[in-house]
C-alpha cells in the first residue's frame, strides 16, 4: 500500500453530465489514481466489500437480475395481488452527504458487530478504522488552479468510499427493512436506489416514507409510487396481479456500442450480440418484449458497422446453444417462458466472483489480495492472436526470431 512517490500526483475534479435528467446536471468525479490514498482505499474496499455484501444480503441486490428472482419469488409466494404498489426511492448525493465523524462510528458499530474475533487477519477494528480516516481526511484535489479539501463523505472516485457509503446505509435502512419484512413485502437496496413492495395504500406508505426520510436529516430521499415503475434498467408492472417485466432504455441513451471497426480481439465482438441477447432473456418475461428488445440490439450493431451476415450468425449461435430455435423460427412462448426461468436463475459472472469471495473466513486476509500480480512489468505481452492475413503465422516467425537473436 505504500505509494511510489515519483508517480504520485494530486487528484482533479472532473464533471459528467448526466443527460438522463431534466436540467442535464453534472456529476462530479475525483480522478484520484496517482494520489497518496488511492491504493489504501483500494486495498480496504477489497477487504470490506465481500463482508459488507454477505451481512446485507437480505437486504441489497447485486444487480437487476438479482431483482427480479425477488420479485418472482414474492409472486411464488403469493404476495403479489391486483392493487400491490411499488416504491422506488434515491438518495440525493449519497457519497457526498455522509458526516465524517457519525460516519466513521457507524463504520466501528458494523466493525464490531460483524467481524469475527473483531479482526481481519493481523488488522484489528482500531487499525481498520485508522486506515479508513486516512482516506477520508486526506481527500485533496486540485480544481482550476485551486487546492481543496474535501470535508464530507468520500471523493466519488475512491473505492472505498462505495463500501462506506453502503455501510452507512445499512444501519439507516434497518427499521424499514424490518417493516417490509413483517408486512411480507419486499425491500432492496442498490447503492443509493431503493425497491419496495406494498399491499397498503398510497396514503398508508406515505406515512411509513416520510417517516423514515426524517430519521436523519443527512439523508434526503425522493420517492415514486405505482403499478409501473422503472429502477435500474429494468420496467416493473403489476398488471392485475401479473408481474412483467422489460428493459428500460433512457430516453437519452444513444445506441452505441464496441464498433467493429474498433482494434480489439475478434472474440470481444463475437461475444457482444450473444451477450446482449443473454441481457434481454433475463430480463424480458414475455416473448414479445424479447423480440422487440432484439430488433433494437440488431438496428444497434448495424449502426455500429457490424455485418449483417456477422449479426445473423451469432444471433443464431445464442438459440442454437441454448437449444431454442424454435423461439426465432416460430415465437414459441411456452419455450421462450423456460428459457426465460433457465437463464434468469444462472449466477451471473460478478455473483460467482462475490460468492467465492463471501464463503472466505473473514478473519482471515483475502487470497486474492496476498497473491502477486499476475504479470511482469518488465515483458512485453502480445494482447491478441491475429486471425486473418499474413499475420497467421506470427506465432511462428516471432518465435524463431526471437531464438535467432536472444537464445
Known sequence: MNPKRDTLELAHLYFIPKPHKPDCSLRPIVAA???????????????????????????????????????????SDGHLKWNTLFIIFDVKNLYTMIPRHYGLEVFRRFLERHLKRSKIGTLSIDDLMKMASIVLDNNYFIYQGKYYQQIRGGAMGSAFTQTFANIYMFGWEQELSQYQLSSNAIY??????????????????????DKVAKKDPNIEITYGIASCVDFLDVIIINDNGKLITSIYHKPAAEPYILPYTSDHPRHVHRNIPYAALLRAARLCSNIDDFHMERVRIDMSLLLNDYPPAFISKHF?????????????????????DK????????????????????????????????????????????????ETGPALTFKHRFRAWWKKYYI
Open 33 to 75: 489514481i496517482h494520489a497518496p490514498t488511492t491504493m489504501m482505499s483500494q486495498y480496504l474496499n477489497d477487504l470490506l466489500a465481500p463482508i459488507y455484501l454477505q451481512v446485507a444480503r437480505n437486504t441489497s441486490v447485486v444487480n437487476v437480475i438479482d431483482l427480479i428472482r425477488n420479485l418472482e419469488q414474492y409472486v
Open 188 to 209: 432492496r437496496r442498490y447503492i443509493d436506489d431503493v425497491f419496495m413492495t406494498t399491499n397498503l395504500s398510497q396514503d398508508q406508505i406515505k406515512i411509513q416514507l
Open 316 to 336: 443464431l449461435r445464442f438459440f442454437q446453444i441454448n437449444k431454442v430455435l424454435p423461439i426465432l423460427q416460430q415465437s414459441d412462448a411456452t419455450m421462450y
Open 339 to 386: 428459457l426465460h426461468n433457465m437463464l434468469l436463475h444462472q449466477p451471473t459472472r460478478r455473483e460467482k466472483q462475490l460468492q467465492k469471495q463471501s464463503s472466505i473466513d473473514n478473519t482471515g486476509i483475502p487470497e486474492f489480495l496476498l497473491r502477486d500480480k499476475p504479470w511482469n512489468a518488465n515483458i512485453l505481452y502480445v494482447p491478441h492472436r491475429f
